[in-house]
Structure formats: C-alpha cells, structure tokens
C-alpha cells in the first residue's frame, strides 16, 4: 500500500469493465463473442448518422479549441426530447432543468458530492441493484447502507428502508438511488415503491434512474415539478446507442442541476460527443427504430427461457430479462450458476452473473437464438 493513500481505499473492489473491443480485433473477428453482459444496444449507430456525424466533425468542430463548455446546443434537444417523451407542454423542462455528465455515472459522482460528501450524509440502495451507486460512494469514503428485495417480484423492502431512514446516524441518510425499471432484475417500480419514495422528506434526494426509459415507457419526469428533492437520470448509452461517446444527463429543479453544473468539470464533454447526441437527438425516429425489434425478441426469449423446467424467469420492462436457477436441493444454486456463467462464456456468450442469477441483454436474432441453444447445452451439461 502507497504510504500516501487514503487507507479506506485499500479493501475495496473496482467496477470490472468487459474485455475491450477495440484491442482485440483480431480475436473477435475470428471467435464472434456475442456480448449480452451490458446492456448495449446490439446496433451501431446507423451509418447514414455515421456519415453525418462525420461531416460535422470536418466542417464545425475545431480540435484545437475547447468543447461548448456550457452545453447548450444539446441541453435544448434534450428539452424538446423530455418534453415530447413525457407528453408535456413544451415550456415544462427548460435547460435549466438539466445537468450532462460524461455518462450518467458521472452525474451519480456528482450527486454524492453534492450531497453526502464530508461525512454529511450516507446513501441507501435495496439490492441488487446497479453497482455504481456503491462503488462511487465507497472511492468518496460516503457510507453505503443496503436492504433488500422481495425474492418473488424483487420489490424493495420498504419496512427494511423505512427503519434504515429512521436509524442510520453519522452521516444520516441523504440520497436514496433507485433504478426505474431497476438492473439487474428489470422490474419497474411499484404501486408501493412510488408511494414510498412519494413520501420520503424533502431533506432525502429521491435519484431515479431511468437509464432504460426508452424501453420501458415509463417515467417520473412528469413529477420532478413538484418534487424538488428528486431527480431523474437518462442516458445515451442504451437506446440510443451511443456508449462508446459516454453522455447522460440529470433532470431536477434548477437549484439542485446548479449544484450539479458547479460540481462538474467544465468542460466534461468532448465536442464529438455533443455533436453525436446532438444528432442521435435530431434523428430520434431512426436511431430508436431497433427498439421494436428488441421488445420482440424480448418476448420470444422470456417465453422460451419460461418452458425450461430448470429456470426461473422474470417478465423485464428493459432490454435485458433476468434468470435464475430453480432451488432443487442437490447443489449449490450460486455455484451452479457461475458454472452455467462460465459455461456461455467458453461457448461464446457473454453475460452479466448477479447475486445468483444472470442478466442476459437482448441482442439481435441470431445472437438471442445462440442464447438459447448455448444455454440449454450448458444446462444438460451440468444435469449430467
Ligand atoms: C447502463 C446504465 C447506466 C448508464 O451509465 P452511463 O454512464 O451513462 O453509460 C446508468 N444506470 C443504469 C442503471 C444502467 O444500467
């Protein structure tokens, strides 16, 4: 350990990122991985975006000068995008509703900062649920206070949370993060949940993150006008395929997005990227067009993982479903389970393994029906 590093540091884990694409070319050309393990879209930008992304890039951005620091071309797309999205009158969000950060886990560091840093507050999660809540509280040294999910239908335990609130002191809790539908298990929230977090004070930031929107439909943005302790987060890295640029943004009251605008970097976001979003934005019918196929093919998958006797599956408001192992008594479910992980792997099919079960991404045709076989040869394997 460096003598001068923070020593809370020491024991704790990094976020592993996928094998990279790009170095190993080579590999993939001859092996085809399929990579359903994060949620990407399984399509490139379309190529005609691709042209034209291209042009801006030669006739308007200038490398040798810093990005528009302040945001503004694509602050007012997203405006009209939220707007339209949530059948809102197009004076409703405003760009002074909205914050954008170099992926949306940078506006999840911001928060903490803004909110819990300094010993000032701790932060609540209901796992499982996405890792990056954590795991940028714990680099920030804020405290993470965890409950859990009903196993049927993975609803939060909200007399579990609703204790947590009333008891964690030094730092009490200031931020509670929620994902609408949540990762890995896909569910939205519910009736219950909403009434929850509907009720939560307003010394408590309510963060909903609503990275899979375009998915579900389904959005509290409608609401943050009356709720100025929430905050919504989206991001471009899911549907409108762009992950490889790193751009998702807050909406909230315009006091807390001008925290949020104070605690960033200033010039957090690289003209290309603006200009990608921009565009993605501009020509929103056609990079979300792939969206139909996905919710198809979401439901060929869940309807033939349901007819496997073995596996238990839950219905997904997202791009991804969620399995596990029935209980059967003979073996270890969680040992079985990062067999069936290892498995896909060495067969060629990269997925997420979660707190004993496997978040599986939608990905093309071909890619879902090699799913399917790899999975049921990895499941005959381990029977035997
Ligand atoms: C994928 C995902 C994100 C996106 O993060 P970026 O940093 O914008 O790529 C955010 N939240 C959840 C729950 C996700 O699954």
Redo the contacts with the bound molecule.
Sequence with gaps: MLPFIRSDLAQFSAYKPHPSSHTNQAVQASTKIDRLD???SPYDLPSELKEKLAWTYQQFIETNRYPDGGHETLKSAIKDYVNESAHLSPSVFTASHISL????????RSILIASCLGGEGSILVAQP??S?YAILAQTLGIPVVTVGRNEANFEIDIPAAQLAIEQTQHPPIRAVFV?HP??PTANSLSIAELTWIRNLPEHILVVI?E??FEFSQDTLAGELQQRPNWAV??????AFRL?AL???YCLAHPELIAILEKVRLPYNLPSFSLAAATVALQNRTLVLESISETLAERAKLIQALSQHCALQVWESATNFVYVRLKPNGSHSQDATVKNLHQNLKAAGTLVREINGGLRITVGTPDENARTLNRLQAALIHLSK
């Design positions: 994060t949620n990407e950060g170099n992926g949306s886990d940078e506006l999840i649920t996405f990056m994902v949540n990762s993150d990275a899979y987060l989206r991001t471009f890295s899911k992950a790193r751009l998702g």
